[in-house]
């Protein structure tokens, strides 16, 4: 992505955590191209963010339901 530097100044908190997030963020001043990237480097399975799972032990009403969703499917095959 690249901007103006009027641009950039206006946005440069979230520009800054685009560039973070790995998107390459250029601006343009006086005709000269800046790319702003961050001094270290994370890798991308290091930005993931953990996720709840619920199992079905979790919640026998949930393994019911499933179970009944997957003999409604089945029968109709």
């Known amino acids: 992505m690249q901007v103006n530097i009027s641009k950039f100044r ?3 908190f979230q520009l800054a955590d685009r ?6 963020v250029e ?3 006086k005709g000269v191209v800046f790319k702003v990237i ?5 890798s991308k399975l290091a930005r993931l963010t953990r996720e709840t799972v619920v199992g079905p032990e979790a919640e026998a009403g949930l393994l019911k339901e499933m179970e009944a969703e997957w003999e409604k499917d089945w029968s109709e095959l």
């Open 10 to 12: 206006l946005n440069l």
């Open 19 to 24: 560039a973070l997030q790995g998107e390459a």
């Open 27 to 29: 601006f343009v001043h």
């Open 38 to 42: 961050p001094a270290t480097q994370t």
